[in-house]
Structures are given as structure tokens and as C-alpha cells.
């Protein structure tokens, strides 16, 4: 009896896979149509609206298929993806987007069709800088700026106002502020930010620096072991043990555990994307209504600065089907189609003409008031080496700031090594 | 004879698998390691040793080779204490024996990272419930000396079924009369264990320490699910760090480096148990 | 007063074995705004809304059908070419019997970081990346140890004279193998089979590397690497975390004894 449970058991599964799999749409060729596949990372909203503007390409370009397909992962994971399946040569996607940090990477090996000739002289002085910066490689374009993220302060515009006071334009006026209103009501943080050793740190922490007068690279020089950095990273260690103003499980804190604990009331300042303020405006949640947003603080007498964010459509070179994939990346990046997203998915557009238009600014308000932070936005340094120097950044920045290592010895020791990751320039 | 000719053929096609998936790999990722090869700007160029000369002056790899040491030491230590008293509570008569086994089972048929995903829930510092039940505010993860610890104690958990499963087996190897024998003469609960129960279940606790020694040694989905290595690193064991350097930044030739030597780590401690027990883990 | 203070600390065993389990269930339970509120500790309204989520898309289903088609062949490839090699150390004359038993038991030691970029090489060669055979090859190899350990001793119980007593009967080796020492030996391959397909179905790292679409992604991967660009769906990693664990703990349960024997077969045996 015992010897046939292994094969019934192993029938069932067999017939449950049958069962699961007959189920899963192919997505064949349909008669001499060209089919384009279009990976991306999963749709933030709502996806049956992104459909619909697949589909209306189809319509307006006869003979065109588009199968797109969503990577079921994380960023990391989803650049593991690219390389392993560009560096083997795969034909198996045409079209895809990508993080605001990979292009010169991939364009470096030689993976992404030059699509400089996509874009002509006025939409390129439509575009944000920071983006069109991060998608150029050696003077050439290899990716089109599809949609746009920087970080932001949200704020709690209630909790201001009962001690009268104004969102802050220094660091020092936020670390007062938070103070005060942590003071009066306990239970509560006072700015919370993303501290946990991964990318977002190094975006978090970028923000610092450049909003100090300090910087990673400059022309081509590692200059991260700098008085400005080290006052910076300095400054963000204090928030925690001597200002007090954010709690010591920033050092755990990603975009998400930040939303929630904001999104539950319990924080007056948080840095975070843009993402965050459709979910505080959703019925139900305990902050609608109470949230303000605006550019980040910086230290007295220099800008403020937020890093950039979001994705880029590029095409694979091995593509089989260029043109009709020029056609789509065309499409899919228009000013048409950006607005369409905007005003139903709520993607941040690359067009700055589209944030004084009259639709946007009446039913996406909030986008359209993001134009001037937008602006300021500054890529993560744009190198084909990033990838290294992110490994060497975030391990680096988390010891500063859970005090384990000086500042000024992290930054060092960071500095070190991107030098001898840029060092070894083949 | 001709017995001896169809055992080839019964024992062959194993023997090929292996050589093909496991040994073939080995001596690839040693090839590798003598290599700089970078994936994605195509470089590959023999350079000898230099990747293992450069790991010698690289700080992260001793960090990682030291969490790694200790994470092994801590919660095999850990497991074995709490699989021992485990062990011998399931050792007394209470009914339901059965159905006792079969939850204090259930921690080891978890997969790794399922039960990783649970406790980073749990250790979250602002609203998980173990700071709510201990009435701490611990930052379990977010703190450099907290973040292993709290990565030990879930290995700890999650292997304790496994290593007081064995030990039991072991208890239940010795026979009764030698405890009646013994309380005959006077000997008290603690001189049982001391003097009867250990010297008689030493051989399955060695057992034991080598094979979850060689396992937390190569301990890989439980850090990188929980803290994928930080904060400041100090959570990275070897493997996530190979890891990182082979899959992130696709350094193939130095991730290779680092992989060899986890290798040899484990061969290391894996003779150096051998050379304790003698020949007892030898096939009988 | 001595039994009650045993099922006093049997009590809190159990509850310390599975309690993670069940604060994911009741995680699972909750609605997004009780996520990150403690207290309470339960649901106000339990809602099965996660469950409902995860099981909305194809993509949930598709991972759970490859865990189980990679999980069942693995079991079934280990156990054929396992038991095979297990029955000639066993049974039959071999010359290195010792040496092999070692070499296999070594290989159980490797640490998968070292095999794994060359073996997603080789499987990259010969176009079987992000395939079930991948994920098939490697776990079988890497459940032969196992099996073949815990085999080998399984048939060396069974007595030789019932062997002889069939090559007497003119059975060819391979015959008696598979009419006589298989089906004897049931209880031990039963046992192998749970273990394995355990294995199978929990592993991680060759799976995260292995695969990369939901053609072939496999359960822990699938939860490590919840989809999401910002967000990630606390409520439905819970509720997937328990739908997967649930038919492990099926398993456990039924066939506790079976799994115990297994694991005491393999180490106690050797």
C-alpha cells in the first residue's frame, strides 16, 4: 500500500499541473504579424489602464503585436535578469525598461541600441535634465526617459500648524521643529528615512551630501572624502543620537516601513518618492487630508537637492524587430501616452511641458505642483560602474550611520574603493 | 566474477550525475577563480592568484569570514543545547507523543525563507510582536550587534527540530536498565546525565555538530532574506557576500575566489571533525 | 506535580515551535491598516482578502504548479538512479564500496555558492535556463547523497539469503532488484521520498539563480522577490507564506514517523 502513495501522490500533482498550465496564455504570433515583447517591472496602479494603452498602439500600428511581461521581482533582481539574459545574447525581449542606474552600464557592453535619433532638438529641451543626463553614454542616447521620481519631504501639515510653523527649508529648522511637536506629543517620530543597508540608502544619503556641498564624483575624480560629506554623514548620524529626532530603527527602514509608520500618523517628517502620496489621499487612511509635501532641506546656504528616480525604455540590440520596437519606444515615451499615464496610472512625466497642462493640473494636482523638485533632481553618479560602486557605498554609509565606523573613516574607506573599482578601467 | 560487472552498471549512472553536476563545477569555479573576468565589459584574463592575494587585504571578506565563524559557532552551540533538553523532555512517557514530534517538526519543513519573511515581521522594530510580548524596544535588525544575533536565533528555531530529532533517536538507544542500575547506586538526575545519558549519546552529538556545522558554515537563504547583509555588513556571511560579488556586480573571477574558499573552509572543518571522531563516522 | 510541569514545558515547546507560524497566520488575516498596528494582536475583522489576492493573478498558481512538477520528478529521478546505486553498494560485490560511500557523503558537503555560478553556466550552454530541467538536474544530484546514504543502509537490513534466494530462482540482479529488494524496502524509499521532495521544494539559492520568469520560478523564490517597485504587499507574502507552508505541514503530520526515520537513517546508519 505504502509503495503506491508515492505515484498517486505524484499523479495528482501531474494532473494539477496539467490543469495550471493548460490554463496559461501563449503569447504566439498571430498570422505575418510582428510581436515585440516588452519587459518591464510590476505596474504601480492600475494595470488594466496600462493595457489599454498597449493595445491602442496596436491599433494606430497595424501589423505590430505587443506582448508585454511583467518581471516578477525586485530592482536587483530584475538587473540580474537583463545581464544574465543580454551577456547571453537573448532574443526573447525587445523592448525594455529599465532603473535610472543601469543605461550607461549596459550600454558600456554593448547590449542597447543607440536610440539617440529618436528624440529631436525641441522634446530634448523638453525633457529633465537629470534623466537625459542618466541615459547618455559617451555623447550617444541609449535609452528614452519614460517616467520620472525624485525624493521628497512629506510633512504633517496639522501637526505644523498647531506650533504655527512652516515647512523647513534647512536641516536644522527640521531637526527643530521635530523636536518641538515630538515633545508635545509622545509616541510619535520625528523623521523618519530609509536607513537599512541596500540602494535606497545610498539615494537617501546622496541627498545629504549634494544638500552639504559635497559630491561622489567630479570630472571623473573621487572626491567622497570631503569636509562636506563628512559634515553630512555626520549630521545624519546625530538625527539619531543627538538631535533624536529619528529613532533608531531608521537603520531598518526601506520606502515601505517608513510609508506605513507615516501613513499610520506616527511620524511628522518623512522622506520618501512620490508613490506615497496617493496612498495617504486613499479613503480610509488615518493622514488623508493631512499631509503636505515639499523640497528637501538642505544645509544653510546651499540648494537642496533630491535624487533621481525612475525608468527608462531602451531596446535590446539583438532585437529582431528594431523598427517596429523604435516605433513602440516612440509611442510608449510621446507626450500623448506620458499624459495618458499621468492622468490614469499616475506616472511622474519626463516632458516638462506636460506639467502646465491644463488636464494635468486640474485632475493630477499633485503631480503637476513636483515640476520645480523635479527639476532639481540629480542622477546617482552616471558610470558604467555604479553597480560596484553602490556595493562599496551602501555597506560604507550603513556603518556611519549605525555607528559603527567615523564618518569620516567610512568615507575614506568608501573613497578607497571606488577608486580602485574605477582603477581597474579595462 | 560477473556480479561485480552489473554493480558498475547499478552504481554508474549516480556516480555520472554527480561527477557531471557536482565535481565538473568545482574544478570550473577553481578555473574561474585564478581568472579576472568581468561579465559585462567581457574581460577575462588569467591573472594566477592575485584574486586570493587581493581577498587576503580585503577587510569585508574578514568581516564575512567572521560573522560567518561565529553565526556557525552560536547557533550550532545554540541548537545543540536546546535540542538536547528538547530531546529529553520528548524522551519522558506523556501521551500524544505523536502529535508533539509532528509540531516540533514543523520549524524544519518551513522553507528557509519563508521562515525568514516570518521573523523579519516579528523582529520589526516598530511594530513587530516580539519587542510587544518582551515589552522591549529592541531594533533587532537595524542594530550592528543585534542584526546576527537576531539571525542566529531564527537558525536556532528553525534547526532545533532537526538536531533534537537525531538526539532523541540517540536517547533512545540506551537501555533502560543502565539508569535503574545507576540510580541503585545513588546517582542523582545530574549525575544521569553527566555520568550515563552524555558518554552514551556523545557519538550522536558529534554526528550532530558536523552536520550542522558544515550547514551553518554555508548558511546563504536565512541572512539574505532577513538582512540581505547589513546593517554595515554586519550580518554578511561568505556565501551572501560571493553572492553579492558574483550575481550584483558580476565579478565573476573574484566571486569565483571567494566560493573556492568557502569551499575549502567547509572541507577544513569537515576533516577537522572527521580527525576528532576517528574512524566512527567511516561506513560500518 | 511532576507530570504537570512536563506538559506545562511541553505546552510552551509547542507553542515556541509554532508560534511564528501562527503570527504569519494571523498577519495574513489582517487588513492593511491593522498590518502595522500592535495592539491589537487580532484581527478586527479577519478577511480573506490577501488569499483572494494572491490566488487573483495566474502568476501565484503558476509558481506553486512549478514547485510541485520540479519537487515530485526531482523525488522520483533521486529515488530511481538512488536506489539503484544504493542496491549495487548493498547488495552486490563492488569493489570501493567504502571509498564511494565517502566520496558521496563528501559531495553532500559542498557549499552550493561554490558550484552555483559555474553550474548556471553550464545549464546557460545548453539552453536549459529558466526550465523546470534545470532546477530538476541540480536537485537531484544534490538529493543523491541522501538518498543513497540512507538506501544503502535500508537494504543492508534486508537479509542477503532472501537475494540469493531469488538469483537462485534465476532473477537477473536487475530483477530482484526491482521485485524483491524495492518492495521490501518501502517504509525506507517512503521515508527518502519525503525528505527529498522537502528538499525540493524548499530550496532557494539554485532557484534564485536557476530561474528567472515564472516559467519555471519555484515557491521561496517567488516570496523572497514579491513583485514590486515601492511597494511590497505585507499582507499577501503572509498569505502566500502560509498557503505554502500549509501542505509541509500536511506532510509533517502524517507522515511524521516516516520523515524521523529518514533523518535518523541517514545520520545514525553511517
Not at chain 1, 529648522?173 to 541596500?198: C, D, H, M, N, P
Not at chain 3, 564511494?100 to 558550484?115: D, E, Q, R, Y
Request: glycine share 8%; net charge positive.
Amino acid at each position: 500500500m505504502l509503495t503506491k502513495f508515492p505515484l498517486i501522490l505524484l499523479l495528482c500533482l501531474s494532473l494539477f499541473y496539467c490543469a495550471a498550465c493548460t490554463k496559461t496564455p501563449h503569447d504566439g504570433e498571430k498570422g505575418s504579424d510582428v510581436t515585440i515583447v516588452f519587459t518591464h517591472g510590476k505596474i504601480p496602479g492600475d494595470y488594466e489602464q496600462f493595457k489599454r494603452i498597449l493595445r491602442q498602439f496596436e491599433r494606430e500600428n497595424p501589423g505590430i503585436r505587443v506582448a508585454d511581461r511583467t518581471l516578477p521581482s525586485s530592482t536587483d533582481e530584475q538587473h540580474q535578469f537583463y545581464v544574465i539574459n543580454l551577456d547571453a545574447g537573448s532574443k526573447d525581449f525587445d523592448v525594455l525598461s529599465m532603473d535610472v542606474i543601469w543605461v550607461p552600464e549596459f550600454a558600456m557592453a554593448g547590449w542597447l541600441r543607440d536610440v539617440s535619433g529618436l528624440l529631436s532638438e525641441s522634446e530634448l529641451d523638453d525633457i529633465f535634465p537629470g534623466p537625459l543626463e542618466a541615459v547618455t553614454y559617451m555623447g550617444k542616447r541609449y535609452a528614452v526617459p519614460w517616467y520620472i521620481d525624485a525624493g521628497l519631504l512629506y510633512y504633517r501639515k496639522d501637526l505644523l500648524d498647531d506650533i504655527g510653523a512652516k515647512p523647513p527649508k534647512t536641516w536644522d529648522e527640521l531637526v527643530r521643529t521635530a523636536r518641538l511637536i515630538t515633545e508635545r506629543s509622545k509616541g510619535i517620530y520625528g523623521f523618519i528615512w530609509q536607513g537599512k543597508q541596500y540602494e535606497g540608502l545610498v539615494c537617501d544619503v546622496l541627498e545629504y551630501l549634494w544638500s552639504h556641498g559635497g559630491n561622489v564624483l567630479e570630472n571623473g575624480k573621487v572626491v567622497l572624502h570631503s569636509p562636506e560629506n563628512v559634515r553630512a554623514l555626520t549630521f545624519m548620524r546625530e538625527l539619531i543620537v543627538r538631535d533624536r529626532v529619528s529613532p533608531e530603527i531608521v537603520t531598518t527602514l526601506v520606502e515601505e516601513s517608513s510609508r506605513h509608520i507615516f501613513g499610520n500618523g506616527r511620524a511628522v517628517f518623512m522622506r520618501n518618492w512620490p508613490y506615497a502620496w496617493n496612498i495617504f489621499e486613499r479613503d480610509g487612511s488615518p493622514v488623508k487630508g493631512k499631509i503636505g509635501v515639499a523640497a528637501l532641506p538642505s544645509a544653510a546656504g546651499h540648494p537642496s537637492a533630491s535624487t533621481l528616480g525612475g525608468w527608462q525604455i531602451g531596446i535590446n540590440r539583438h532585437s529582431k524587430h528594431p523598427d517596429a520596437a523604435e516605433r513602440f519606444v516612440r509611442f510608449l515615451t510621446s507626450r500623448e501616452s506620458q499624459k495618458t499615464l499621468a492622468l490614469t496610472v499616475g506616472y511622474k512625466p519626463t516632458r516638462r511641458s506636460l506639467y502646465s497642462d491644463a488636464d494635468l493640473k486640474r485632475q493630477q494636482p499633485f503631480i503637476a505642483s513636483l515640476h520645480d523638485i523635479l527639476l532639481n533632481a540629480r542622477p546617482r553618479p552616471v558610470s558604467p560602474y555604479y553597480m560596484m560602486m553602490t556595493q562599496i557605498l551602501q555597506p560604507e554609509f550603513s556603518a556611519a550611520i549605525a555607528g559603527i565606523k567615523k564618518p569620516s573613516d567610512a568615507l575614506m574607506s568608501a573613497e578607497r574603493q571606488v577608486q580602485h573599482v574605477l582603477g581597474v578601467r579595462p | 566474477m560477473k556480479r561485480s560487472e552489473a554493480a558498475t552498471w547499478f552504481i554508474a549512472p549516480a556516480l555520472l550525475l554527480l561527477a557531471a553536476v557536482t565535481i565538473y563545477p568545482i574544478i570550473h569555479v577553481i578555473y574561474l577563480s585564478l581568472h579576472r573576468k568581468l561579465l559585462i565589459f567581457g574581460i577575462s584574463e588569467f591573472v594566477g592568484l592575485q584574486n586570493f592575494l587581493f581577498l587576503l587585504k580585503d577587510g569585508r571578506f574578514w568581516g564575512a569570514l567572521g560573522n560567518t565563524a561565529y553565526f556557525t559557532a552560536l547557533s550550532v552551540s545554540g541548537e545543540l543545547i536546546l535540542g538536547l533538553a528538547l530531546a529529553l523532555l520528548m524522551n519522558k512517557a506523556f501521551s500524544g507523543k505523536g502529535f508533539v514530534r509532528a509540531m516540533v517538526l514543523i520549524p524544519w519543513a518551513i522553507p528557509t525563507v519563508v521562515s525568514a519573511k516570518m521573523w523579519e515581521w516579528m523582529y520589526n522594530g516598530d511594530f513587530g510582536i516580539l519587542n510587544y510580548l518582551l515589552g522591549t524596544k529592541v531594533n533587532w535588525l537595524g542594530d550592528p550587534f543585534w542584526a546576527l544575533h537576531a539571525a542566529i536565533m531564527m537558525d536556532v528555531w528553525k534547526t532545533t527540530p532537526f538536531v533534537a530529532i537525531l538526539l532523541l533517536a540517540g536517547l533512545q538507544l540506551i537501555p533502560p536498565d543502565l539508569y535503574s542500575a545507576a540510580r541503585i547506586d545513588g546517582a542523582g538526575p545530574f549525575r544521569l546525565f553527566r555520568h550515563v545519558t552524555l558518554p552514551l549519546i556523545k557519538p550522536m552529538i558529534l554526528i550532530v555538530l558536523i552536520f550542522r556545522s558544515l550547514d551553518a558554515f554555508r548558511v546563504f537563504d536565512a541572512v539574505y532574506v532577513l538582512t540581505g547583509g547589513g546593517p554595515a555588513n554586519t550580518t554578511e556571511t561568505l556565501s551572501v557576500y560571493a553572492y553579492k560579488v558574483l550575481f550584483q556586480t558580476l565579478q565573476i573571477g573574484y566571486g569565483s575566489a571567494l566560493a573556492v574558499v568557502v569551499f575549502i573552509c567547509v572541507g577544513l572543518i569537515a576533516i577537522g571533525f572527521i580527525g576528532i571522531m576517528g574512524r566512527r563516522v567511516a561506513y560500518r | 506535580m511532576r507530570k504537570g510541569l512536563l506538559y506545562i514545558s511541553l505546552i510552551l515547546v509547542i507553542f515556541y515551535s509554532v508560534g511564528p507560524l501562527l503570527w504569519q497566520l494571523i498577519t495574513s488575516l489582517k487588513m492593511d491598516y491593522e498590518l502595522t498596528r500592535i495592539p491589537p494582536l487580532l484581527p478586527e475583522n479577519p478577511s480573506l482578502v490577501h488569499y483572494i489576492a494572491i490566488f487573483k493573478g495566474r502568476m501565484f498558481l503558476r509558481v506553486i504548479a512549478n514547485s510541485a512538477v520540479v519537487a515530485s520528478l526531482t523525488t522520483l529521478f533521486a529515488l530511481a538512479i538512488g536506489s539503484l546505486c544504493s542496491f549495487g553498494l548493498a547488495k552486490l560485490a563492488t569493489r570501493y564500496k567504502a571509498l564511494i560511500l565517502g566520496f558521496v557523503l563528501s559531495i553532500s558537503m559542498f557549499p552550493p555558492i561554490a558550484t552555483v555560478s559555474p553550474l548556471y553556466l553550464v545549464i546557460r550552454s545548453i539552453g536549459l535556463r529558466d526550465t523546470w530541467w534545470a532546477l530538476i538536474i541540480t536537485y537531484t544530484t544534490f538529493s543523491l547523497p541522501l538518498t543513497i546514504w540512507i538506501l544503502t543502509s535500508f537494504f543492508r537490513e534486508l537479509p542477503d539469503e532472501i537475494y540469493y534466494a531469488a538469483r537462485v530462482d534465476g532473477c537477473t540482479p536487475f530483477q530482484s532488484y526491482y521485485r524483491i529488494v524495492l518492495p521490501l524496502s518501502a517504509p525506507g524509499i517512503f521515508a527518502t521520498a519525503i525528505l527529498v521532495f522537502i528538499f525540493s521544494w524548499n530550496e532557494f539559492l539554485y532557484a534564485l539563480t536557476l530561474t528567472s520568469t515564472q516559467a519555471s520560478r519555484t515557491i521561496p523564490v517567488a516570496i523572497a522577490l514579491f513583485p514590486g517597485i515601492h511597494e511590497i504587499p505585507w499582507g499577501e507574502i503572509a498569505a502566500a507564506s502560509v498557503t505554502v507552508t500549509a501542505p509541509l505541514i500536511i506532510l509533517v503530520f502524517a507522515f511524521q514517523r516516516r520523515i524521523i526515520e529518514g533523518l535518523t537513517g541517514g545520520a545514525v546508519k553511517g
